[in-house]
């Protein structure tokens, strides 16, 4: 055979070779994966990639890939916010100190388009009864007893993915010390938290979620808190605060504080405070939470420590602290100082510490409502004779309203300016962040809108 008549057949051999096959992201090696998977933005975009296909969703449930995940981005992304209405206004009390039936806790996602509400329903809590002869309970073991879902509970505090609602009886008091239920909206997980039976009567300051003690970040947040809870003991026209703190598990449980604060680590003497309702919450900052009294003190309680230390201000800022006029704010994880937020009838007062100070203290910024709220749409001249009440405040902001009559909002501390725009000028109550879960809960939390979702609609159907 000629080398002419091989060159042709092999040349024939090449022109009817089949093309190349085309390649896609699935063609990707596992370590390129990993890598493009770490770098998306929220544990939300990691939960509608593993609805991609199983491949992807093993990659993002990997425990190390997880970590790497949150070392680069951080802490996950705020969700939403429950905003809790109150049943009675902020300046008014209820003169046998009963519980409202009921609070109304509304979510609002920061966005509509990607959050889906109904995924943080706490409609799995309690099924309201088809008339007062029917009144079905929800119950949770804990410890020794059973915790008893009413319709008296609230959400008190947040903490990352996690809700902390006190759940007392209606038949008691506002100020006596409550179970508790710690849940987490998204998982419809929840646990309920059996105050101790000796504990029952003792006034109640308070209740707030810890971070647990230490973990893996992929633990999950379920097995990874604390409830602390505040009380206050009485005795005869005055008491002293008292801290006890609960962790999950077999080997967890409450531990109380239950001894004079030289035992505890404190001081020599123990704090003496004046009866329950001249202590008010003030806020939390800084690793600090504070309770504003009505005699010019403030108490203060590290989370850290657990020990209780009262603060005194100086002259110029000693006033009968109450829930109306006085906050502490600021000390996140943002930088922002820890500052103090003062009304003094139609007069608005921020103050802050002098860098380098011996805690010197003065005034930051200074705003009349009347100049501030006075452009906006709704207000009434005659509002300046009436005195306002803090309803809520941020480390950015601070609610407001008027006394005699609803009519809220808010007042920028950076600007000092006013409006009644955001979501929080409808609601007479505090606001409370809940961020998406970690480890995320895959095929959970995507909106029903989304077009994988549409997709195995479609092929199951």
Known sequence: MGKGTWRHKAKNKRRYEPPAQPTSVHDLPDDLLVRVLLGLGSPLHLVRAAATCRRWRRAVADTGFLTQFISLHGAPSVAGHYYVTETLPPNSTDQRRRVPEMTTATFVPVSAAVVDVAHFSLDFFYVPPANDGDRPRNMFQSASRRVRHSRSREIIDSRGSLLLLSNRPCSEGRYWSPDFIVCEPLTRRCQGIARPATLSFHGFLGGFLLDGNGG???????????????????????????????????????????????????????????????????????????????????LVLDESTLIFSLLTFPEHMRWPYRATNFRVIGGGDDGVPVRIVRL?????????????????????????????????????????????????????????????????????????????????????????????????????????????GKRRQRRNS
């Open 216 to 298: 893996d970040h992929c633990d999950g947040a379920m097995s990874n808190f604390r409830v602390l809870s505040v009380l206050y003991e009485q005795d005869g026209s005055s008491g002293a605060p008292r801290a006890c703190v609960f962790t999950p598990g077999s080997d967890g449980g409450w531990q109380l504080c239950w001894y004079p604060m030289d035992d505890c680590g404190g001081g020599d003497d123990d704090i003496e405070l004046p009866t329950i309702d001249k202590i008010h919450l003030a806020g939390r900052a800084a690793g600090m939470i504070y309770w504003g009294v009505e005699t010019g003190t403030v």
């Open 344 to 452: 003094d009838g139609q007069e608005l007062e921020v103050y802050g510490q002098v860098s380098g100070s011996a805690g010197q203290w003065v005034v930051e910024k200074r705003v009349r409502l009347r100049d501030a709220a006075a452009i906006l749409p709704g207000w009434r001249d005659s509002f300046s004779a009436q005195p306002a009440s803090i309803v809520t405040a941020g480390d950015t902001f601070v609610v407001l309203t008027r006394t005699e009559k609803r009519w809220l909002f808010t007042v920028d501390l950076e600007t000092m300016e006013a409006e009644r725009q955001h979501e929080r000028n409808r609601h007479v109550g505090p606001a409370y962040p809940c961020t998406l879960p970690w480890p995320p809960v895959l095929r959970a939390g995507l909106h029903h809108d989304d077009t994988v």
